[in-house]
């Protein structure tokens, strides 16, 4: 069955760095896009970055454009994001996603639980 498991969450200060990981199982990632978004309280979901089955696409929101990096793991069935200068804003719950598709169309089928990201001095 298809499982996404975000993990690599937790405190950082700000100015810090974090990598999360978005582990597949049930469907192998040369097929399908990967999405990661963030729900911070009370606001609504943002899609932060996705990219693309192969990985010679990718998507980032003005937000983190030249902070954050997503990437596929050589060999392992795993998309990371890798967060750098990160900013109290950022702090959310962070989910990674599998697209309908190869490409980044922004429909979504498979969700993982999440992964808490507080930056906070």
């Known amino acids: 069955q298809v499982q996404l498991v975000e993990s690599g969450g937790g405190l950082v200060q700000p100015g810090g760095s974090l990598r999360l990981s978005c582990a597949a199982s049930g469907f192998t990632l040369n097929s399908y896009a990967i999405g990661w978004f963030r729900q911070a309280p009370g606001k609504e979901r943002e899609r932060v970055s996705c990219?693309?089955?192969?990985?010679?696409?990718?998507y980032y929101a003005d937000s983190v454009k030249g902070r954050f990096t997503i990437s596929k793991g050589n060999g392992k069935n795993t998309v990371y994001l890798q967060m750098n200068s990160l900013k109290p804003e950022d702090t959310a719950v962070y989910y990674c996603?599998?697209?309908?598709?190869?490409?980044?169309?922004?429909?979504?089928?498979?969700w993982g639980q999440g992964t808490q990201v507080t930056v906070s001095s």
């Open positions: 996603a599998r697209e309908t598709y190869w490409y980044c169309s922004g429909e979504y089928d498979y």
């Open positions: 990219i693309s089955s192969r990985g010679g696409s990718t």
